[in-house]
């Protein structure tokens, strides 16, 4: 309420007692609810404010279930305390300081990169490959993408408690 009053949720108790932790860790009440975001070409102003018609399935910390409109939700937050977009937060902090320089958050860079893949799955007796869908409005849930360099070194920051080549990253 303090730093994201426009946060609104199913009810008036949710609304005044769920955190910043209970949402990181999907102890909400709330279920997954993809089929109100997926495929949805809106902002995310309009995908916050849409989780106040999300009913929880489960009483607040009462059991973990996984949902992406609370990684939504702390990436609006964070774009609120700092005063810049979730992605040039990420960018800034993150893959910079661990230079994993072709990380990215679109499927539209992505696909600029010289060397991607597409995922593809089985149809009767055939391989399809599939397309990519453009989740940007819910970015923070899971736009990044990667590259085994990049991701070894936020995986090689984790096994040093934060620190790459030496310098804390993470605190």
């Known amino acids: 309420n303090n730093y994201l009053p426009e946060l ?48 929880p399935n489960a009483t607040l910390r009462e059991r973990w279930q996984y949902n992406n409109f609370m990684f939504l939700a702390q990436g609006v937050l964070a774009e609120k305390l700092y005063g810049r977009k979730w992605e040039e937060l990420v960018r800034s902090k993150i893959f910079e300081p661990l230079g994993m320089s072709r990380s990215n958050f679109s ?4 696909q600029k990169d010289t060397d991607y893949t597409f995922g ?3 149809q009767k007796d055939s391989v399809i490959r599939m397309e990519y869908l453009n989740i ?16 070894a070194n936020w995986v090689i920051t984790w096994i040093n408690d934060g620190k790459f080549n030496g310098k804390e990253v993470l605190p």
């Open 120 to 122: 593809y799955k089985q």
């Open 8 to 55: 609104r949720f199913h009810s008036e108790f949710l609304t005044d007692h769920v955190t910043a932790r209970d949402m990181m860790c999907h102890r909400t009440g709330l279920p997954r609810h993809d089929y109100s975001w997926y495929g949805a070409n809106i902002s995310r102003d309009s995908l916050l404010y849409r989780i106040r018609f999300l009913g």
């Open 107 to 110: 499927v539209e860079d992505l």
């Open 136 to 151: 940007d409005p819910i970015g923070p849930a899971g736009s990044i993408n990667s590259t085994v360099k990049d991701m």
